[in-house]
């Protein structure tokens, strides 16, 4: 990043009529809290790559064992909580509005860290200097969001494209240990789409990956009959589950709620 913080124009994300003055309270809240936090979603991604498209909310990382203390700061100043799962996510209400407090990736289990911290990326935005998601960890953010509601890999090759040599590929791929299939193919995907730009993804692990899978070919499927696809949409891998006799890795319900309950 540059000394001096690029100026996100609020209004051309198009932000729910009246809220401006919301995220601007809430972000200056945020920063008086002392609680260490990072703007993620669509404002991260401008930061990144310069795209600005419509966004309904905020959502904001931090570690898990901070969220408390986050969400009881804003309790503390008349905002409303909701705790929406308390593996992952909670809420801060004023009307309305809100935004999200996320401290874990929902499906694969990938908690926010102090290594989400280690580099220092930030905007201008509603009146505040705020710090936004590294490009390492708002890949990992996207990875596992693949299903027929919203599919986020143009935003993962993206990311790729205009932030390749600021990306710690060593700790991405240690954080996806356990799925490195999906990170290959999030790789195979962006070699698709740019295929002159091959060599923004490091060879060693391209090769790695690919090795992985040629290795992995020559083994005997598992003992127990698993289904992963909930990993990626929690909805439309149900039925393998409910019917067909996987076993689930997820553990959660068949829908996510993000409007508030009646």
Known sequence: MTDT???LDASAFDPPPNSQGFYTDSLRLLGESGVPYLLSGTYALSCHTGI???????????KA???PRLLAWFKQHGYEIEVEDDRWIGKVWQGEHFFDVIYNLSSASIPVTEDWFRDTYEVEIYG??????PPTEFILSKLFIQDRYRY?????AHVILKKHDEIDWKRLLATMELQWEVLLIHLLNFRFIYPTERDCVPRWLF?????RARLQADLPPANVKVCRGRLLSPRDYLVDICDWGFADVVGKGL?????RKA
């Open 65 to 67: 064992g901070d969220a």
């Open 128 to 133: 505040s200097i705020v710090p936004v998601t």
């Open 207 to 211: 090769d790695e990956l690919i090795d």
């Open 255 to 259: 829908e996510e709620q993000h409007e």
């Open 5 to 7: 913080p690029p100026v």
């Open 152 to 156: 986020d890999g143009a935003d993962v």
């Open 52 to 62: 600005i498209r419509p966004t309904k909310d905020m959502d904001v990382f931090c």
